[in-house]
Each structure stands twice: as C-alpha cells, then as structure tokens.
C-alpha cells in the first residue's frame, strides 16, 4: 500500500511560484513513476506532468509546458511540482498519483494510488 499527501498549495498572484510536494509512504517508491493532475470546478480531471522511476523520463501537458517541473528525490521519497508563471487557469486542485508499472503514462485511469489533493488558486 502507498499512501500518497501533497502539500505546498495556496494563493498565489499571477506571474508567480509555487512548488507542491508529494511525500510518499512505501518501500518501493523509487520504482514507481509518478504523475500530476489537476481538477478545476466543473471540469474533468486532467494530466499536468508526468516522470519516470528513474526521474530521466518526463512528459507535460502542453498548457503547462516550459512553466512547470517535475522532478524527484527517491531518498526522501518525495516528488516535486515546480510551477512558474503561473496563470488563472492554472487555479485547480493539483493531485499526486503514483504508477507501480514502470513507464510514465498521461492516463489517469493506468495510476494505482493517489493523494487527497492540494488546492492552487491564482488570482489575476
């Protein structure tokens, strides 16, 4: 069982910085590739970021590309959501899901485990 919190959400202005963790529990993290989503009001859930186990793969959603980062640190069993320039439209609940396959995937439906979610909210 991997249990998965997300912290490092809140208001922001446009133009700014946030950078979300999710801390994981489980012995086997490190061979888990690991995703970001976010879920706006009334809209569906949607692929933000994406890396491999090894942090040597990665892929992005094109609205968030050049803007955010991905990354990972297996020793503290943590990933990272690096999110610059941010944007009205990037105002969601951002959530951290883990994939026990290897192999980074933008399907949200191929992740087995997930966080309660971290809301961002940008102002303009």
């Known amino acids: 069982q991997v249990q998965l919190v997300e912290s490092g959400g809140g208001l922001v202005q446009a133009g700014g910085s946030l950078r979300l963790s999710c801390a994981a529990s489980?012995?086997?993290?490190?061979?888990?590739?690991m995703g970001w989503f976010r879920q706006a009001p009334g809209k569906e859930r949607e692929f933000v970021a994406a890396?491999?186990?090894?942090?040597?793969?990665?892929a992005y959603a094109d609205s968030v590309k050049g803007r955010f980062t991905i990354s990972r640190d297996n020793a503290k069993k943590t990933v990272y959501l690096q999110m610059n320039s941010l944007k009205p439209d990037d105002t969601a609940v951002y959530y951290c899901?883990?994939?026990?396959?290897?192999?980074?995937?933008?399907?949200?439906?191929?992740?087995?485990?997930w966080g309660q979610g971290t809301q961002v909210t940008v102002s303009s």
């Open positions: 899901a883990a994939r026990i396959l290897i192999g980074l995937t933008r399907g949200a439906e191929d992740y087995d485990y």
């Open positions: 489980g012995r086997t993290f490190s061979t888990y590739a």
């Open positions: 890396l491999s186990w090894s942090g040597g793969n990665t």
